[in-house]
């Protein structure tokens, strides 16, 4: 069962690859091919060599990451949302990654590539959120007024009374001078 799943793993894995979807426009990683056509063996932090190289290349469609290997052999690490910007460790691209600059870009292109669906279904959710809280806060302040009018004395509510009373005359007398 154990080589049954392995070899699935490999022809999915041939599949990604003959498909071109791995992103790298057709180019063979020095570190997946000898030329031969078999696989050096890696092991990138104890992990198997397909399952590392699997997961290296899924954070690097994340991360929009190219690496490319200078003259010297060394491996550059270049992000397609800033072509002029590049590392010379992972662990350098990956402290940037976490910064708010990074994460931002990588929100503008992902709201760059949401289809119409999409932006549907989040305006819609957006609705639904926005009339939540508008009721909720219609409730909230009804019981706020109804503790400040149960919190009035009679008197205070006399004096409110009387009050409202000499407004709604001085009105009335406004308007008779207005009219005659």
Same mark, same amino acid.
């Given at each position: 069962?154990?080589?049954?799943?392995?070899?699935?793993?490999?022809?999915?894995?041939?599949?990604?690859?003959?498909?071109?979807?791995?992103?790298?426009?057709?180019? +063979?990683?020095?570190? @997946?091919?000898?030329? %031969?056509?078999?696989? *050096?063996? &890696?092991?990138? /932090?104890?992990?198997?060599?397909? $399952?590392?190289?699997?997961?290296?290349?899924?954070?690097?469609?994340?991360?929009?990451?190219?690496?490319?290997?200078?003259?010297?052999?060394?491996?550059?690490?270049?992000?397609?949302?800033?072509?002029?910007?590049?590392?010379?460790?992972? +662990?350098?691209?990956? @402290?940037?990654?976490? %910064?708010?600059?990074? *994460?931002? &870009?990588?929100? /503008?292109?992902?709201?760059?590539? $949401?289809?119409?669906?999409?932006?549907?279904?989040?305006?819609?959710?957006?609705?639904?959120?926005?009339?939540?809280?508008?009721?909720?806060?219609?409730?909230?302040?009804?019981?706020?007024?109804?503790?400040?009018?149960?919190?009035?004395?009679?008197?205070?509510?006399?004096?409110?009374?009387?009050?409202?009373?000499?407004?709604?005359?001085?009105?009335?007398?406004?308007?008779?001078?207005?009219?005659?």
């Amino acid at each position: 069962e154990a080589e049954e799943a392995e070899e699935a793993e490999e022809a999915e894995e041939g599949e990604e690859e003959e498909d071109g979807e791995d992103g790298e426009d057709g180019e +063979e990683d020095d570190d @997946q091919s000898d030329g %031969g056509g078999k696989r *050096k063996e &890696l092991q990138v /932090d104890g992990k198997d060599s397909k $399952r590392a190289i699997f997961e290296e290349r899924q954070w690097e469609k994340k991360n929009f990451v190219k690496k490319i290997s200078s003259e010297n052999g060394t491996t550059i690490y270049k992000t397609e949302l800033l072509p002029d910007l590049c590392f010379f460790s992972k +662990e350098q691209f990956k @402290q940037f990654a976490q %910064g708010k600059r990074f *994460k931002r &870009l990588l929100a /503008d292109m992902r709201k760059g590539l $949401r289809t119409y669906n999409e932006t549907e279904k989040l305006r819609h959710k957006a609705e639904a959120r926005r009339t939540r809280l508008r009721q909720k806060h219609e409730g909230q302040r009804r019981e706020k007024r109804k503790a400040k009018q149960l919190a009035l004395s009679k008197d205070e509510v006399e004096h409110r009374k009387a009050k409202f009373a000499a407004k709604k005359q001085r009105r009335r007398s406004r308007k008779a001078a207005e009219q005659g």
